[in-house]
């Protein structure tokens, strides 16, 4: 999977003619009329959203797309941070796009992700620095296990 914020058309078509890609995730401030051209790539494309309120999910039913990250909120970052998703947001996302496959990040670990499947029934989880060894970026592949194990669990 691609993960990009705020792309060019013309660079998202490069990156997708590679043929390495699984998937593009958007991340950034993409339009709706962006996101209906992505999808003319041939890939499956997620929109993540950061979501602080309610009123931070609307603008999600005006996206073409199916697959829809719920991402923590931040002012100005675009994830990675380990801030908590306020799950009851994703609930109510759920209830108000049924239609809509649920992608949950924000600060899930292996401690929490349990949780997190068992109440929402995400269609996937996504981690970042909730498998971190204490440096940015760097992965401790025992707390990617851990977290791999406990969805599995989970399900």
């Known amino acids: 999977m691609g993960v990009f914020v705020n792309p060019d058309l013309s ?4 990156a997708a003619d590679l043929n390495v890609l699984s998937a593009i995730q958007l991340h950034g401030d993409e339009t709706p009329e962006f996101c209906a051209e992505a999808q003319m790539l041939g890939l499956p494309v997620i929109k993540a959203f950061q979501v602080q309120d309610e009123a931070m999910l609307a603008p999600i039913a005006l996206h073409p797309l199916k697959d829809i990250l719920l991402d923590a909120y931040h002012p100005q970052e675009r994830g990675g941070l380990g801030h ?12 108000r796009h049924p239609h809509h496959r649920l992608y949950l990040a924000g600060g899930l670990t292996p401690e929490n992700v349990a949780t997190a499947v068992s109440r929402l029934h995400p269609y996937a989880v996504d981690v970042a620095s909730g498998v971190e060894c204490g440096t940015p970026g760097l992965k401790d592949l025992a707390r990617v296990q851990a977290f791999i194990e406990a969805v599995r669990k989970a399900e």
């Open 84 to 95: 908590t998703f306020p799950w009851e947001l994703a609930t109510l996302f759920q209830h």
């Open 11 to 14: 660079y998202l078509r490069e």
